[in-house]
Structure formats: structure tokens, C-alpha cells
């Protein structure tokens, strides 16, 4: 009724201001503690305001457990340089078969024997072998009795094998080389010279590519004053915190082993030296299977002479199984497993943050700071953009897109080895769909060796992917 007394209706929504945003302490362990300041923002809300009320009161970190992983067996750099060598020659005299074979067994053939021999030109083998031995020389010279601190008669016998064998294999390359340039065009020894230009594009006037390069970058990263100060580089326990048995420093770099800490600007430091650790590798992965597929299956056809016929399709087949097959090789020597546990654990501790743009407004928002950890599902601002974090724990900067790679990459400890695992399988699949297929005597050969040779990469690869995955499934179950 018109001016009558109203009764009690639905509640007014309250106009109050909401409570006032709230700094935060962050307890990062028990060695080291680190407060700072977040503003939290509420949608309609004040301005920034401050009180003393913790963040852990609000959201809890959630500790970060690493498994122990077993000590796999790795090969030492003089053990993977033989095996790669044999392998490189046996598709090598493949190839070679491949182009130069004959139909002998016909009662018109004008060969008797199953290759033409006499068109194989024996310098460029003999260049080509010099080549693919060159890792192995140089593995030979480095590695062996390098430590001797007694300067014996042996000690001396070593130095002098070195010296003769280095100077030997030089003296054959130029000879060699000499040979070819009498014989052949200019464009041929081009295709020769091809590898020695991308070599020098990469990596610079140096042969020593394993630290060239990253050496200088850690020294950027870690400065000598701060690292002797502050803090420890992760780079400073190498060969003794790695496996007993575990690669040489020249054949993958320095070891680097995985610092376990919460402080954030460790964390993002480490994260920092081995992304470039981990692109060094897979830029020595890549060059070093590019040169095994270019001399082995490319250079031999560039030789070819023009009246010769060649079955090209069969010929690429050949190269990208050089190349595949070479790039599993480098890849499972040069990352290790227990090199992949370390970017694993240092991916955890540094997380992942993906970026929002709406539907989170009534949501408490926090200013990002470089000096807190930031458990899951906090939202952050920075740089004008919300973010979210997705990681158990997450120290990284927000808008880093290399950061959010290296997470999405190594976050899955088996997700390289499954990569690796998965290519070696689709190959030898493939390999026997061929060999099914095909009844010349040259492709039967060449299928039913290079077969052979992968089933030895795979057994290793599944032999670690078996160990690994019950390792971490165990830590998975612990956790649950």
C-alpha cells in the first residue's frame, strides 16, 4: 500500500568497501627467507593498501620431491665415437653398393663381380673415412692418458702414438685431397669443402667446440665474484656428481647437476645455463648428423660419373636413414638421462605461467615480484597482463616465452627419451615394411643391416625408458 510501513524484503547488497589487499612473507626453506611485498587487488576495491598478513596463511606451496633415479650405464666418449664409426662405414660400403652393383648372374653381364670396383675413385673413400674418424681421432687424442702425473716411458710412448697419429691422418687429408683436385672439378670439391663452412659458421675459428661458446656464456650468467660469494654454480660439481661411468667434459659439454634451491634468482639462473647448455648440444647433435648423412650418403653420389645409372629414390632413402638414425645416436650420448633428470627437476622448480585475459575478476590478483615463489593458481599482473601460474611452483618471469618452453619440454621427465624411443621404432618399422616389399639382392642387404644396427640403439633406449618409468611411477605413487 501506497505510503504504508514496508516489511522486510531482500537483502541489500552490502556497498562497503571489500577488505583492504594484503602483503605477503614468503618463506622460501629453511636456510634462506625472503619477504617482499605483493599487492593483492580486488575488482571494484581501493586503492593499493598494506597489512602484514602472510601469503602462506592464503595459499600453501606445495614442496617439490625429486626421485632418486638409478645409475644407468652411459658409454664413455672412445666406446660411442667406435661404435658410431662402424656404424658409418658399414652404410658407407651400403651406399656404395647401392650405386655401384651389377646383375652379374646374367649370362650376358659384362662384370663378374657384384660392383664395378674399378669406378669407385679410392681417394675419395679414403677422404670420406678420414672424415667420419674424425671424432674418433680426436677422442683418441684427448681422452687416453690424459691424467698421467708420472712421466714414464709409457708416458712418452702415448705422446708419441698421439703425435704420429695426428700428423698421419693430417698427411692422408691433403694427399688425399690433392688427388681429388687433379681429377675432378672445382664444383665437386665445393660439395667437399660444403660441411667445413657451416663448421666455421657455428662455431667460429675453434676446435674446441664442446666449450668455446658456452663457456662464455656461463661466465656471463655466473659472474666469479657473486658465484665465490653467493652463490654456487651449478657448473662447479661437474664430473664428480655425475655417474661413474658417464661421458667425458669434451664429448658432452660440462656436466652440469641440478641445484636444488628455492631462491628464485637461482632458480632462473640455472634455468638460464642450461638452456643455452641444452641448445649447445642439440647444436652439436644436429652438425654432427648432418656431416655423417652428407659424407656418406650425398658426397658419394656427387662423384658419380654421368653415364652411370643410379637409382636416386633408393639413394635418398639411404641418406635420411643416415640422418635419422644419426641424429638418435648424438641425441641418446649427448643427453643422458641423467642430464634430462636435471632439466626435469630445475623445469619444477622454475614453472610455467599462461597468460588470461578475462573471466578471473573476482578473483584476487597479485603483483608479480622476481623475489617470491608463486604456488599454483595464483593469478599475477605484470607488464599490464594477468597470468596464471600452472606449476607446482613458479619463480619464472611471466612474459619469457623461452622459460615456457623449457618447461613445456622438460616438466615430463621421459618426454625426450619417449621422442627419441617413438622416432627409433616408426624407422625399424619402416625398415621392415621395405625389406618386405623389395627382392633386389642390394636392398635386402642394405635393410637387413642397417636393421641390425638399430635394434642395438633400441635396446638401449628401451632399456632406459623400462628403468626410468618405474622409477618415476614409484615417485608418483609415493606421492599419491
Known amino acids: 500500500m501506497a505510503g504504508g510501513r514496508r516489511g522486510p524484503g531482500r537483502p541489500q547488497l552490502s556497498r562497503t568497501a571489500p577488505p583492504p589487499p594484503m602483503h605477503a612473507t614468503n618463506v622460501l626453506g629453511n636456510s634462506a627467507q625472503t619477504t617482499m611485498t605483493t599487492t593483492i587487488r580486488h575488482r571494484n576495491g581501493p586503492g593499493a ?17 625429486h626421485p632418486v633415479i638409478p645409475v644407468l650405464p652411459v658409454e664413455g ?24 652393383k651389377t646383375v652379374w648372374w646374367l649370362p650376358m653381364s659384362p662384370s663378374q663381380t657384384a660392383m664395378n670396383l674399378y669406378l669407385i675413385d679410392p681417394y675419395l673413400v679414403m677422404f670420406i673415412i678420414i672424415v667420419l674418424t674424425r671424432r674418433l681421432v ?15 716411458v709409457l708416458y712418452y710412448l702415448v705422446k708419441s702414438i ?23 672439378s672445382p664444383l665437386n670439391l665445393f660439395f667437399l669443402a660444403y660441411p667445413l663452412v657451416s663448421y666455421f659458421l657455428l662455431y667460429g675459428l675453434t676446435f674446441d667446440l664442446n666449450k668455446s661458446v658456452f663457456a662464455v656464456i656461463v661466465n656471463k650468467l655466473w659472474p666469479r665474484g657473486e658465484a665465490a660469494t653467493n652463490h654456487t654454480s651449478p657448473l662447479d660439481k661437474s664430473i664428480s656428481a655425475s655417474p661413474p661411468c658417464s661421458p667425458s667434459p669434451h664429448s658432452t659439454y660440462e656436466t652440469t647437476q641440478h641445484k636444488c634451491t ?11 645455463v642450461l638452456k643455452y647448455d641444452f641448445n649447445a648440444r642439440m647444436k652439436n647433435v644436429l652438425f ?21 645409372y643410379l637409382d636416386l629414390w633408393w639413394a635418398c632413402l639411404m641418406i635420411a636413414f643416415v640422418w635419422i638414425n644419426s641424429f638418435i645416436m648424438f641425441s641418446s650420448h649427448f643427453l643422458p638421462a641423467y642430464y634430462c633428470d636435471a632439466l626435469h ?27 617470491t615463489v608463486w604456488p599454483q593458481g595464483v593469478l599475477v599482473r605484470y607488464n599490464k597482463g594477468l597470468y596464471k601460474a600452472m606449476g607446482q611452483q613458479n619463480v619464472a618471469l611471466p612474459s619469457d616465452g623461452s622459460y615456457a618452453r623449457f618447461y613445456f619440454m622438460f616438466h615430463q621427465p621421459l618426454r625426450v627419451l619417449n621422442g627419441l624411443l617413438c622416432l627409433q621404432i ?9 625389406l618386405f616389399m623389395h627382392s633386389h639382392w642390394n636392398h635386402v642387404i642394405s635393410l637387413s643391416l642397417l636393421l641390425f644396427c638399430n635394434y642395438y640403439v633400441l635396446f638401449k633406449l628401451l632399456r632406459d625408458r623400462i628403468i626410468l618409468g618405474k622409477a618415476y611411477h614409484v615417485k608418483e605413487e609415493e606421492v599419491e
Open 49 to 65: 593498501m598494506a597489512t602484514s598478513t602472510p601469503l602462506t596463511t592464503l595459499i600453501t606451496i606445495t614442496p617439490i620431491q
Open 162 to 184: 698421439k703425435f704420429i697419429l695426428s700428423t698421419g691422418v693430417l698427411g692422408l687429408a691433403v694427399w688425399s685431397l690433392c688427388k681429388l683436385f687433379l681429377s675432378n
Open 262 to 272: 628455492h631462491v628464485p634468482v637461482d632458480v632462473r639462473k640455472e634455468a638460464d
Open 77 to 100: 666418449s672412445l666406446t660411442f665415437e667406435v661404435t658410431v664409426v662402424l656404424y658409418l662405414l658399414t652404410v658407407l660400403f651400403l651406399q656404395y653398393v647401392n650405386i655401384y
Open 288 to 308: 654432427n648428423s648432418m656431416v655423417c648423412a652428407y659424407y656418406v650418403g650425398f658426397v658419394p653420389i656427387c662423384f658419380l660419373q654421368p653415364s652411370m
Open 426 to 434: 616408426a624407422v625399424i618399422l619402416f625398415q621392415l615394411y621395405l
Open 138 to 152: 680426436w677422442s683418441f687424442i684427448m681422452e687416453v692418458y690424459k691424467d698421467a702425473k708420472v712421466f714414464s
Open 345 to 371: 627437476r630445475c623445469s619444477l622448480h622454475l614453472g610455467k605461467w599462461q597468460k588470461v585475459d578475462h573471466g578471473y575478476s573476482n578473483t584476487p590478483q597479485h603483483l608479480w615480484s622476481d623475489a
